[in-house]
């Protein structure tokens, strides 16, 4: 098509030149939107029954129940259970001292470092 026929098409039709050359749109913003509907509905969790499984334990929940055992748990443990970089493990460790939990650490006998929680007084 030359470019005297598009502007002749364009002023027939009312719309500017570009609008005038390309093809309606409405079949894809159909889609679109559909798409779009079928993304939100997948997004929103479906009502669970009482019987469902509980939620998962947080990975504090997780180090504070390693660290209630009588032998502590070493920096190797938590990060297993957690996943965490060791600064990460140490920073957690700090934070609860923060929170007023006492933290007692004892070597064993090969020298790895357990942490443990102190029994309430």
């Given at each position: 098509m030359t470019a005297s026929r598009k502007v002749a098409t364009a002023?027939?039709?009312g719309r500017p030149p570009h609008k005038a050359a390309e093809k309606s749109s409405t079949r894809r913003k159909i889609r679109k939107q559909a798409e779009v509907r079928v993304a939100r509905t997948?997004?929103?969790a479906p009502?669970?029954?009482p019987s469902a499984a509980p939620?998962?334990?947080?990975?504090?929940?997780?180090v504070i129940a390693l660290l209630e055992r009588p032998d502590g748990a070493a920096i190797d443990?938590?990060?297993?259970?957690t996943?965490?970089?060791v600064h990460s493990v140490r920073?957690?460790?700090t934070?609860?001292?923060k929170a007023g939990k006492d933290l007692v650490r004892a070597k064993d006998a090969t020298g790895v470092t357990h942490y443990r929680l102190a029994a309430p007084a």
């Open positions: 002023k027939a039709s997948k997004r929103i009502e669970q029954s939620a998962r334990q947080s990975k504090k929940a997780a443990d938590l990060i297993g259970v996943g965490w970089p920073a957690a460790l934070g609860l001292r």
